[in-house]
Antibody
Framework: EVQLVESGGGLVQPGESLRLSCAAS????????MSWVRQAPGQGLEWVAN????????HYVDSVKGRFTISRDNARNSLYLQMNSLRGEDTAVYYC???????????WGRGTQVTVSS | DVVMTQSPLSLPVTLGQPASISCRSS???????????LNWFQQRPGQSPRRLIY???NRDSGVPDRFSGSGSGTYFTLKISRVEAEDVAVYYC?????????FGQGTKLEIK
């Protein structure tokens, strides 16, 4: 079964850091671009970042550039999102998703909640 | 960034009746390869999003044929021919032509 399982979410204070992980199974992880997509409470979807097969090409939405870093470990079939200098507006459910380029994302995890609040 | 504007934002529909959601983009979604990368996603309550339609009108595997997509350029439509209870969800259009890829605000379909 194709599956993505996120972990690492939690409650942090503004300015703190958090590292999200995503464990992939059931498909050849190293053959796909991967993304993080987030959803603020009661809000819509926002693509956050993606990474290419080898991990040497990365893209970010402007609002997280310089604060978030996406990475992957193909040997461990894992995707990561290092989030630094967190702000209240980063509060959201973060989904790991298998990137299908311009046609969007076909495989999604169940998401992990990140709450930034003092 | 390309702005995707959906209407309506709330859509009450009687079971068995048709439903239609519009999506407009602030720029043409025709890519240099000739394809139009307008996709539709469904998010049922408490669930992760699911892609329904890609490249305007192509249904994903397992998507009932009561769902159809159409449009061109900057104006697109998702139609449900006969709404069923399982269609209660928020529907998002998403463009993959321009970076960053962006979503519409979402349309919440509910049963009247």
């Amino acid at each position: 079964e194709v599956q993505l399982v996120e972990s690492g979410g939690g409650l942090v204070q503004p300015g703190e850091s958090l590292r999200l992980s995503c464990a992939a199974s059931g498909f050849s992880f190293s053959s796909f671009w991967m993304s993080w997509v987030r959803q603020a409470p009661g809000q819509g979807l926002e693509w956050v970042a993606n990474i290419n097969l080898g991990g040497n090409e990365k893209h970010y939405v402007d609002s997280v550039k310089g604060r978030f870093t996406i990475s992957r470990d193909n040997a461990r079939n894992s995707l990561y999102l290092q989030m630094n200098s967190l702000r209240g507006e980063d509060t959201a459910v973060y989904y790991c998703a298998r990137d299908n380029g311009p046609t969007g994302w076909i495989v999604w995890g169940r998401g992990t909640q990140v709450t930034v609040s003092s | 960034d390309v702005v995707m504007t959906q209407s309506p934002l709330s859509l009450p529909v009687t079971l068995g009746q048709p439903a239609s959601i519009s999506c407009r983009s602030s720029q043409s979604l025709v890519y240099s390869d000739g394809n139009t990368y307008l996709n539709w996603f469904q998010q049922r309550p408490g669930q992760s999003p699911r892609r329904l339609i890609y490249k305007v009108s192509n249904r994903d595997s397992g998507v009932p044929d009561r769902f159809s997509g159409s449009g061109s350029g900057t104006y697109f439509t998702l139609k449900i021919s006969r709404v069923e209870a399982e269609d209660v969800a928020v529907y998002y259009c998403m463009q993959g032509t321009h970076w960053p890829h962006t979503f519409g605000q979402g349309t919440k379909l509910e049963i009247k």
